[in-house]
């Protein structure tokens, strides 16, 4: 008998939506790609964004919505390149 099939875990509430800014390669965007960071670096700047020290036009709103917790869930699943 085969192995049962693994699904990849869920997107936490809110990481879905990165990729609609943040493709997979840049491709010529002024928005950079995600893929390939860890999760820390993710999780510095969604913490940087939301504290203001980081230069935003979007991502300064986006950030203040999410929680610690919230942050942490998608940098991780961000970097396991999930999405």
Do not use: Y
Request: with cysteine.
């Amino acid at each position: 008998m085969g192995q049962p099939a693994v699904s990849p875990p869920a997107a936490p509430p809110g990481a879905s939506s990165c990729s609609g800014c943040h493709a997979r390669s840049a491709n010529g965007h002024s928005i950079p790609s995600l893929q390939g960071l860890s999760a820390p670096d993710i999780l510095g700047a969604l913490q940087a964004f939301r504290n203001g020290e980081r230069e935003a036009t979007v991502m300064g709103r986006i950030a203040k919505g999410f929680t610690d917790g919230e942050m942490r869930a998608i940098a991780e699943w961000l970097a396991r390149g999930d999405e």
